[in-house]
Structures are given as structure tokens and as C-alpha cells.
């Protein structure tokens, strides 16, 4: 995004403009030189910082020349812990859904699951229940970030089989 100071406008890439009484094509900031953007007394729009994240925050940006800033109001805490829960339940199924058939076939027909995959299984559990038990403690939105980025699944035998090879 490009700000004209002389017009008080903001120009995005990919949208034609009109400046100064001349039609410009939708691609003209893509493809123009910064001599030419200078020339036309473009100014870049610089973000103050990093975007938060969508997920966790109720994000507005606020433009005032050729500066960006963004106001970030935590989203409910209740409901993203809830949302977050969810999610790695969902995660540890997803895992250990494929395997499920080991757990069936041990039951019915007495073979044993490969003990491997018997620990791999158990370790998924471990992680979910270990991260959601942190999500249900975590008393901040950042908090909360911090258990969700933190999550490291175990690798079933046969990827961690391969990843050493």
C-alpha cells in the first residue's frame, strides 16, 4: 500500500488509481521502479509491527500517512480456550485414528500392537492431555498463544524411522 501525501490517498498494489488528472493500470505498483513511485511522491505504508494474530485477537488497522498500526482487543478467553481444547482433541484423533485398527485387532484377536506404536499412542495422549491441561490454566490470550504454539506432536515410528535414515 502506497500513501500520496499531496491527496491524502491510499493506494493499494493491484487496483487501478487516478493521480493527478492520469489513469494508472491496475499493476503499475507492482511493476514501477521506486525512482518512479518518488517521482510521483509515493509513500510506502510501513506496518508499526507485526499483525496479531487473527485467531486469538479482534485486529483494526489504523492508517494515519505512511504509517500502519494495528489495535489488537483479546477475543474471549472462555470461548478460545474452549475453540483451542477442541482443536487439539481433534489433532490426537486425527493421529490416532489410522492406528485405531491395531487397538481393535488386539481386543478381537489377542495380536499384540507393536509396542513402538503402543508407546508412540500413549505419548499422543500424553501431549493432548498435558496441553490441554496447560489451555484450561493459561490466564492470558498470550498465554493461551504461548500453549498452542508450544504443542509438539510425537512422530509415529514410521516417520521417526524415516527422518533418521
Do not use: H
Not at 492520469?22 to 511522491?41: G, H, I, M, R
Not at 507485526?50 to 477475543?75: F, H, I, M, N
Not at 484377536?109 to 491441561?133: F, M, Q, Y
Request: net charge negative.
Amino acid at each position: 500500500m502506497y500513501y500520496v501525501p499531496s491527496t491524502n490517498q491510499y493506494l493499494r498494489e493491484g487496483v487501478a488509481f487516478e493521480l493527478n488528472a492520469v489513469q494508472y493500470p491496475a499493476n503499475f505498483l507492482t511493476l514501477d521502479s521506486a525512482d518512479e513511485k518518488a517521482a510521483l511522491e509515493l509513500q510506502e505504508v510501513i506496518a508499526t509491527g507485526p499483525r496479531p494474530d487473527d485467531r486469538y485477537y479482534w485486529v483494526t488497522e489504523q492508517l494515519q500517512g505512511a504509517t500502519l498500526s494495528y489495535v489488537a482487543t483479546p477475543k474471549d478467553l472462555t470461548a478460545l480456550k474452549a475453540q483451542c481444547t477442541a482443536t487439539i482433541k481433534q489433532c490426537a484423533y486425527s493421529l490416532l485414528l489410522p492406528t485405531d485398527y491395531m487397538a481393535v485387532r488386539a481386543v478381537e484377536s489377542g495380536l499384540p500392537i507393536p509396542e513402538d506404536w503402543k508407546t508412540w499412542r500413549a505419548n499422543v495422549r500424553i501431549c493432548a492431555t498435558t496441553t490441554v491441561t496447560a489451555i484450561q490454566a493459561a490466564s492470558t490470550v498470550d498465554a493461551l498463544m504461548s500453549c498452542m504454539a508450544g504443542v509438539v506432536w510425537p512422530l509415529d515410528p514410521d516417520a521417526a524411522t524415516q527422518k533418521v535414515s
